[in-house]
């Protein structure tokens, strides 16, 4: 049985982190490409994207929690949060998507809102591992970046490629905190 407290990570953390940052920028990048590619409407291909995305993130929460077994330090909390978040978001994306791209930009607006307001929380708490720097800046900008999407929902002709340049933007700067992430010996 898996649990978040009993046996020791059998890695650091910065090493756990450094291959979820990884895959999180892989992920992002090929979400947005694709994204980019259907976001002229909602079809079956961009719904599904539009769930998948903040479910990945949901499950990258997860794995942070139990690489880092903080089950009661701040950042776990934040992460607790988001998981919460997340999950509810995919299930209000599939509901959205039903009235149109207007909906969809308002549910996403609101999660990154929320999501980058997390992000800062935890890049604040985990800065003495470095890299952290690049998590606190993308969670300020996805912040005001949901502003923008739920201002963009009132326009007309709303687009969902937006949300694909937001996703490449946010791998970025996972990638980034990857490579600035320290180990036990400071790298």
Do not use: H
């Not at 994204?35 to 998948?52: H, P, R, S, Y």
């Not at 149109?100 to 307001?117: K, Q």
């Not at 935890?122 to 300020?140: E, F, N, P, T």
């Not at 002709?157 to 036990?184: H, N, P």
Request: net charge positive.
């Amino acid at each position: 049985m898996d649990t978040l407290v009993g046996t020791p990570p059998t890695t650091s953390v910065p090493t756990t982190l450094r291959k979820l940052y990884f895959l999180r920028f892989a992920f992002a990048a090929v979400w947005a490409a694709l994204l980019f590619a259907t976001a002229d409407k909602l079809g079956a291909l961009a719904v599904t994207l539009l769930v998948i995305y903040p479910l990945f993130d949901m499950a990258c929460a997860v794995v942070d929690i139990r690489a880092a077994r903080i089950s009661t330090s701040r950042p776990a909390r934040a992460l607790y949060a988001n998981i919460a978040l997340s999950a509810l978001t995919g299930i209000g994306l599939a509901v959205a998507a039903t009235s149109g791209i207007p909906a969809v930009l308002r549910v996403w607006g609101a999660w990154a809102i929320t999501a980058g307001i997390v992000q800062l929380v935890v890049g604040i708490a985990r800065r003495q591992l470095g890299g952290q720097w690049a998590m606190i800046a993308s969670g300020g900008i996805s912040t005001l970046a949901g502003a923008s999407f739920i201002a963009q929902a009132g326009k007309d002709g709303a687009s969902l490629t937006s949300l694909a340049g937001y996703a490449f933007l946010g791998g970025v700067f996972f990638l980034v905190s990857a490579l600035r992430l320290r180990d036990e010996r400071g790298r």
